[in-house]
């Protein structure tokens, strides 16, 4: 079992820099409009011809009402609608990717996010779910992982019960914060009973796995009332919570531009909010797996941390990383052996592109061999908080220290500092430094320097 996490202010303090999540490396910021519709042919060429599953990715970008912190590719509409010519595109993406795969590529992994994915009707998932049955290999007997996004106000027990029939076992339930204060604030106001009413359903109907989504540094959120808001959470007893990290960055995403600055907590209130949220967690029983995520001993993702099989794509934490991810939708992005693309962000232009049947991908990027041993090493320490020179060395024929010699100062410092320790033969990320692994990757990261840092979140 993985040692506990160590809370340490000083080293917090030290490391807690501006830089990548990490769920792609190279991440998204290297995309570059040189990799179109062409290099995404030729990579769901070679998956066919090597028959690997899949992981499907489906992009709703609707919601009805506006939460202020949101920065995911969305929009906003009362009008329903609005979904209808979009699935029309969508639907005929669908078929355009899947004619170049094979009927035998199972879908080990289907994930719908948004926007709000129950903004569509009931027979708008029908129909969405019967194209997707229809052209791609989607698993009949419950083996399969298919999630979706809930937002308990866009979902009651005949939506849950509708998406169980359908094949999902999955759902990530947006929270945030119950404080009236707070949700006032960001515009999303959800009482715990709508929560807890899609939460009875959800176990009622056998779905597998549950999810929670919390966010600290908030306006208007205090150590206090955010530690009420994990309690009770944990009394609800999700499988799995994420707790992020809110980035106010009201340049970039307008919505944001409508939170009152002045209302945020301090600096060192947001430490407090998840030094006791960790606290809080941990003495219910959560594993912390890491980047802002946690789940219960025996949940999938715990299991394959221990067994160091636990990977990160696009979608977070994965036991499926082995798949091909296939992003269809606005702004959705793919990962396809070397080959990362991404669908055009404007709803407009994908509908467009896909109404003169062409396919929507705009940018993206093909890794070269230094991206994949980096990304390899990145994969490890992320996933595992360690990493083996050996089993790099043997993939890469590489030798490790004389790869990166030019790093090894930075590592070096790290390991005074006690967040890994450091010898000929591996790294290991100590209890101290697995809030911090970020920083531990950003070292191996050879674009960093070139990268505007505000892009980015804080680490912590």
């Known amino acids: 079992m993985l040692d506990a996490i160590r809370w340490d202010s000083d080293l917090i303090r030290r490391y807690d820099l501006a830089g990548p999540r990490y769920t792609s490396y190279p991440t998204a910021v290297q995309f570059h409009g040189q990799v179109g519709t062409f290099d995404l042919f030729h990579a769901l060429r070679d998956s066919r011809k090597a028959l690997r599953p899949l992981s499907l990715y489906v992009h709703v970008p609707f919601c009805a009402n506006i939460c202020y912190y949101c920065a995911c590719n969305k929009v906003i509409t009362k009008d329903r609608g609005r ?39 009931h027979d708008e998932l029908r129909q969405l779910m019967a194209h997707l049955r229809k052209h791609f290999n989607l698993l009949d007997d419950d083996s399969g992982d298919y999630g979706i996004e809930i937002d308990p106000r866009e979902a009651d027990w005949s939506t849950m019960g509708l998406l169980r029939e359908l094949g999902f076992n999955r759902v990530s339930i947006g929270l945030q914060d119950l404080d009236p204060a707070v949700q006032r604030a960001v515009n999303r106001l959800q009482s715990l009973e709508e929560t807890r009413a899609v939460i009875d359903a959800a176990r009622t109907l056998q779905f597998r796995s549950i999810n929670i989504d919390l966010i600290y540094g908030l306006p208007k959120q205090t150590p206090e009332n955010f530690a009420r808001t994990v309690e009770e959470v944990i009394s609800l007893q999700p499988d799995r919570l994420s707790v992020f990290n809110y980035a106010h960055l009201p340049e970039r995403f307008m919505p944001q531009r409508r939170i009152n600055g002045n209302e945020l907590p301090a600096p060192a209130q947001k430490l407090e909010m998840l030094e006791r949220t960790i606290e809080q967690l941990t003495a219910a ?22 067994e160091e099989t636990l990977q990160r794509n696009f979608q977070g934490y994965t036991t499926h990383g082995h798949c091909d991810l296939i992003g269809l939708g606005v702004s959705a992005i793919s990962q396809i052996g070397d080959l990362y693309c991404q669908n055009s962000s404007d709803l407009n232009e994908y509908q467009n592109t896909l109404a003169a049947a062409q396919l929507a991908t705009s940018r993206g990027l093909l890794c070269n061999a230094d991206d994949r041993l980096r990304r390899a090493v990145i994969q490890q320490l992320i996933c595992n908080f360690s990493l083996q020179f050996a089993e790099i060395e043997q993939q890469f024929n590489i030798d490790f220290q004389g790869y990166f010699g030019a790093l090894w100062p930075q590592l070096q410092g790290m390991a005074n500092d006690g967040l890994i320790e450091l010898d000929r033969e591996r790294i290991e990320v100590l209890p101290a430094g697995r809030l911090l692994v970020r920083s531990v990757c950003m070292v191996f990261d050879a674009y960093l320097e070139q990268q505007n840092r505000q892009r980015f979140s804080r680490v912590i």
């Open 285 to 306: 029983g959560y594993r912390y797996i890491g980047m802002d995520h946690f789940a219960l001993p025996d949940d999938e993702l715990a299991i394959a941390q221990e």
């Open 83 to 121: 979904a209808l010519p979009y699935l029309q595109r969508l639907e005929q993406e669908i078929q355009l990717i899947a004619c170049h795969l094979d009927p035998a590529q199972k879908v080990e992994q289907l994930h719908f996010g948004g926007g709000t994915p129950t903004f569509l009707s």
